[in-house]
């Protein structure tokens, strides 16, 4: 099966610009992640999707993150402003309920974001 | 509060020799725990995983065991070679919680040549 796919896999920008990040999950996969990963530390949960509704988002900075999940299938990651603290490696992850105990959600392969 | 932690940042482990990578939990409502590897510039890939009502579980050259009077747990690679070389998470779940994954820091494992 194809993997889950995004894209850009790196960005650079300066403070305050914006960025948006892209994700394809696997297909039939109902649950979509979005982690933050700064260097050092684990992975830290964003926004949970399932299909279209939003199951999480309790750690998802409101006031310059955004994201949705259009038609329960693709979905975007936006920031705007950036700040400088925002540099992490952004992983999208897909998974069903069956799957998840068994193995866990698939990963993608991240996109590395630097704010300069 | 880490719920799932990870205290030893790296490990430096010979080949062929065994790596142990520990992992202690504070939330006894955890019903799953799994262990993802995860090389430079890739996402982190599934490698094992563990209900709370087994203390172990093997796949190849990886066992992991549970303790959950400790609320620990330990993977072990035996032998371990040098393509293990990668960062090592833990996380666990509940089941009660939406299925979400919580997760250790990571343990940067070198198999030395």
């Known amino acids: 099966e194809a993997g889950v796919a995004q894209s850009p896999r790196y960005k650079i920008i300066e403070k305050r610009q914006s960025v948006a990040f892209w994700c394809n999950p696997i297909?039939?996969?109902?649950?979509l992640y979005w982690y933050q990963q700064i260097l050092g530390q684990g992975p830290k949960l964003l926004i949970q999707f399932q299909n279209n509704g939003v199951v999480d988002d309790s750690q998802l900075p409101k006031d310059r993150f955004s994201a949705e999940r259009l038609k329960g299938v693709d979905s975007t990651l936006k920031i705007q402003p950036a700040k400088l603290e925002d540099s992490a490696v952004y992983l999208c992850?897909?998974?069903?309920?069956?799957?998840?105990?068994?193995?866990?959600?698939?990963f993608g392969p991240g996109t590395r974001l630097t704010v300069l | 509060d880490q719920q799932v932690k990870q205290n030893s940042p790296s490990l430096s482990v010979q080949e062929g020799r065994i790596s142990i990578l520990n992992c202690d939990y504070t939330?006894?409502?955890?019903?799953?725990f799994l262990w993802y590897k995860k090389y430079p510039a890739e996402g982190p890939t599934f490698l094992i995983s563990?209900?709370?009502i087994k203390d172990k579980n093997e796949d190849g050259r990886f066992t992991v065991f549970l303790n959950k009077s400790a609320k620990h747990l330990s993977l072990h690679i035996v032998p371990s070679q040098p393509g293990d070389s990668a960062v090592y998470f833990c996380?666990?779940?509940?089941?009660?919680?939406?299925?979400?994954?919580?997760w250790g820091a990571g343990t940067k494992l070198i198999i030395k040549p």
């Open positions: 992850a897909s998974s069903n309920k069956l799957r998840i105990l068994a193995g866990g959600p698939y």
């Open positions: 996380a666990a779940i509940s089941t009660d919680s939406n299925y979400q994954l919580i």
């Open positions: 297909s039939g996969h109902a649950t």
């Open positions: 563990i209900s709370s």
């Open positions: 939330n006894s409502m955890f019903d799953y």
